[in-house]
């Protein structure tokens, strides 16, 4: 992945969702040739030069100090998640074209302590991911209630390819839409960590030779985290549950992910939940932990 050229690119695509108004700055009239803010003002906002900020969105990152990124920031009104890309998107721009192009590691799995945690946790569903979104672990609630995802048999086990590439992604989940911008945002995130990760580099450039949607989404340059929220899906064998999900990183490996999910006692998605415990309990086979 071109880094300079994905910091260049956000940085264009933050500008273009703000308008003056947004910007608190005032509106003159005359012709604007390019949607949302102009160069210049930006930097007026960033509190620098106009020449200094077009080199930062031409991607030259040399010598661009956290103040200048917070500046930006401000600036580019961006939330939690685009500021920590900005300031990863620089680092890496910053590292130079050589040095430190070593190959990202990434989990597949996890060590016997923490699987022995996860499955002890046997009421909720609990999903171990990587960066890339590899499945790395579940109990084996979370299995069966991805229980399609890991019907795959390529490995590793991948949301993001089930999302875009599997049609019964577009069933299970019930606002298909809104999970491929969360997966690709996500995606976008990870890409701005580890640029010369190759297999994320793969997954994307398969994900968009196969999928026009994701190939439109990711030209977008929207980044999230993925830390707590809800999921309505329709899983195959229970029908439909509203889970709420909460992702926390792990402290003995920051690169993974744990993603558990609940439903409010006394729900029709808490019966469901019961109702899958029970057909995973007797339907053993495939939903072995991975």
Excluded: C
């Excluded at 580890?194 to 340059?221: C, I, M, N």
């Excluded at 889970?243 to 006394?266: C, I, K, R, T």
Aim: charged share 25%; proline share 3%; hydrophobic share 40%.
């Amino acid at each position: 992945m071109d880094n300079r050229d994905d910091l260049s690119k956000f940085l264009i695509s933050r500008r273009a969702k703000l308008d003056l108004e947004q910007a608190g700055l005032p509106d003159y009239g005359g012709r604007r040739r390019v949607p949302g803010l102009r160069r210049e003002e930006v930097a007026l906002l960033a509190g620098m030069s106009s020449e200094y900020y077009k080199r930062l969105e031409r991607g030259n990152a040399k010598g661009v100090s956290e103040a200048v990124i917070d500046g930006v920031s401000r600036a580019l009104q961006l939330d939690a998640a685009e500021h920590a890309h900005l300031y990863e998107l620089v680092r890496s721009a910053n590292a130079g074209t050589h040095p430190q192009r070593r190959r990202p590691v990434r989990k597949t799995q996890v060590n016997p302590t923490l699987q022995q945690t996860i499955d002890a946790m046997s009421t909720v569903p609990v999903f171990v991911q990587n960066g890339r979104l590899d499945a790395v672990a579940t109990n084996r609630l979370g299995r069966a209630l991805f229980s399609e995802m890991f019907d795959d048999a390529r490995q590793p086990v991948n949301a993001a390819r089930f999302v875009f590439l599997d049609a019964r992604a577009q069933t299970f989940y019930q606002d298909w839409e809104s999970n491929t911008r969360q997966i690709v945002a996500l995606l976008r995130a990870e890409a701005g960590r580890s640029p010369y990760d190759r297999q994320l580099s793969d997954l994307v450039g398969e994900l968009s030779t196969r999928s026009d949607l994701f190939r439109k989404l990711w030209g977008a340059h929207d980044v999230r985290e993925h830390r707590t929220g809800v999921k309505s899906i329709h899983h195959p064998v229970v029908g439909d549950l509203d889970l709420n999900y909460l992702g926390l990183d792990l402290a003995s490996d920051h690169s993974l992910q744990m993603l558990v999910f609940s439903a409010e006692p006394g729900t029709a998605s808490h019966d469901g939940l019961q109702l899958l415990a029970n057909w995973a309990d007797t339907h053993s086979v495939g939903l072995t932990s991975t």
